[in-house]
C-alpha cells in the first residue's frame, strides 16, 4: 500500500508543480518522478527550515509539491 501511496502523492505533487510553474505537464510517469524527487526535497527543506505540514495525504502532497516547484525552478534555471 506504501507504493501506492508514493505515486499517488508523486503524480497530484508532479502535476501541480508543473501548473504552478506553467509547464506543459510532463505526462503520468514524469509527474510521479517529478513528485517524487520533489518529496525528497520538500521534505528535507521543511525538515531544515522546521516547517510542518501535517500528516497524512495533504500534508504529503504539500511537501512533494513544493519540492517540485522548487526542482522545476532549479531546472529552468539551468536549462536557459
Known amino acids: 500500500m506504501s507504493l501506492l501511496y508514493f505515486l ?3 503524480a497530484i505533487a508532479g502535476w501541480l508543480g508543473g501548473q504552478i510553474m506553467r509547464g506543459a505537464g510532463f505526462g503520468l510517469i514524469g509527474n510521479i518522478v517529478v513528485g517524487i524527487i520533489g518529496g525528497i526535497i520538500g521534505g528535507w527543506l521543511f525538515e531544515q527550515l522546521g516547517v510542518n505540514t501535517g500528516a497524512g495525504l495533504l ?4 511537501t512533494a509539491a513544493a519540492g517540485a516547484v522548487i526542482l522545476l525552478w532549479i531546472a529552468r534555471f539551468f536549462k536557459r
Do not use: E
Not at 500534508?59 to 504539500?62: A, D, E, L
Open 59 to 62: 500534508g504529503s502532497v504539500i
Open 8 to 10: 499517488l502523492v508523486g
